[in-house]
């Protein structure tokens, strides 16, 4: 079993649906939960970071963590053709120790 | 956000040459930066973890004399590929990271597409 699993879509939706991207995970020590969009040619940019368990919301991003389930989430509401990249999960038990990435979820939003 | 930039964008080389990238966190200092490599859609790879004022912590697999790392400051790394070979083409990207109360993060700079002739 991967220590951080994602579904590598491609995804296709369109213009205006929420998005719903998801990742599972085992190692119950990670503590740092972070979603980075990452367009074809271009480094990873973060998006939303959650420190344990919890929500966070930013414009038309929303963030969930369960700890308890191992699952995270990543939301996008009213979602535009802007949003079509790959969304890539990573997570962390803290400094000192590596980050561990999903291997990514390709998302096309259709006008 | 933080900001990490990377130069140069795009670099070609040609076969048996040398090529460095440059590293910089522009709002921050980080004592610790990565180096990933990507090939076309596949997902990230680690090639090496740097921290500043001390040797880099190198992945399995990755050739530590072919990939010279130097953390000379706190805001600057730097990625030598030595004689570089048409295999060594791709797209390499730094992040750094930034870890303290309830925060452990990174940040990624634009990356560098490297090809080899």
């Known amino acids: 079993q991967k220590e951080v699993e994602q579904d590598p879509g491609p995804l296709s939706v369109p213009e205006g649906a929420i998005v719903s991207l998801n990742c599972t995970y085992s190692?119950?020590?990670?503590?740092?939960f972070m979603w980075y969009r990452q367009y074809s040619r271009k480094g990873p940019e973060l998006l939303m970071y959650t420190y344990s368990s919890g929500n966070k919301e930013d414009g038309r991003f929303t963030a969930q963590v369960d700890k308890s389930s191992k699952y995270i989430s990543l939301f996008i509401r009213d979602s535009q053709p802007s949003d079509s990249a790959t969304y890539l999960c990573a997570m962390s038990a803290g400094y000192g120790q590596n980050f561990v990435f999903g291997p990514g979820t390709r998302l096309s939003v259709l006008p | 956000g933080a900001v990490v930039s990377q130069h140069p964008s795009r670099v070609i080389c040609k076969s048996g040459t040398s090529v460095k990238i440059e590293c910089r966190s522009l709002?921050?200092?980080?004592?610790?930066m990565f180096w990933y490599r990507q090939f076309p859609k596949q997902s990230l790879m680690l090639m090496a973890t740097s921290n500043e004022g001390s040797k880099a912590t190198y992945e399995q697999g990755v050739e530590k004399d072919k990939f010279l790392i130097n953390h000379a400051s706190l805001t600057l790394s730097t990625l030598t590929v030595t004689s570089a070979h048409p295999e060594d083409s791709s797209f390499y990207i730094c992040?750094?990271?930034?870890?303290?109360?309830?925060?452990?993060?990174?940040?990624f700079g634009p990356g560098t597409r490297l090809t080899v002739l």
């Open positions: 190692n119950s020590a990670f503590q740092y």
């Open positions: 992040s750094a990271r930034i870890a303290g109360d309830s925060t452990d993060t990174q940040y």
């Open positions: 709002d921050f200092q980080a004592t610790t």
